[in-house]
């Protein structure tokens, strides 16, 4: 498994902008389909956004045209930029690497608050 490390998260009103940074310890990084998933109490973990080894991305339909992910290898960071959030973006984030020769790797989170 890649330990994976994430930062950024805190406390923002409700229209402001947020981004979360995820960085792997591995020589591997470049052959990682990354991913943000978020979780609240009660709920189950879900997709946010990825970013496969290609640089091709998806996103869920509740944060597009509000939030970007990005890679940059040569830093072996996955970034979550978050603009115009809104209370119910309130989660702990969670960052995911996954590749047939590490597997799946999650982050310890990250808790995102947006105030109303």
């Known amino acids: 498994q890649v330990m994976l490390v994430e930062s950024g998260g805190g406390l923002v009103q409700a229209g402001g902008s947020l981004r979360l940074s995820c960085t792997a310890s591995t020589d591997f990084f470049s052959i990682l389909d990354m991913a943000w998933h978020r979780q609240t109490p009660g709920n189950e973990r879900e997709l946010v956004a990825s970013i496969v080894v290609g640089g091709s991305t998806n996103y869920a339909d509740s944060v597009k045209g509000r939030f970007t992910i990005s890679r940059d290898n040569t830093k072996n960071t996955v970034y979550l930029q978050m603009d115009s959030l809104k209370p119910e973006d309130t989660a702990i984030y969670y960052c995911?690497?996954?590749?047939?020769?590490?597997?799946?790797?999650w982050g310890q989170g990250t808790q995102v608050t947006v105030s109303s």
């Open positions: 995911k690497g996954t590749s047939r020769i590490t597997g799946n790797s």
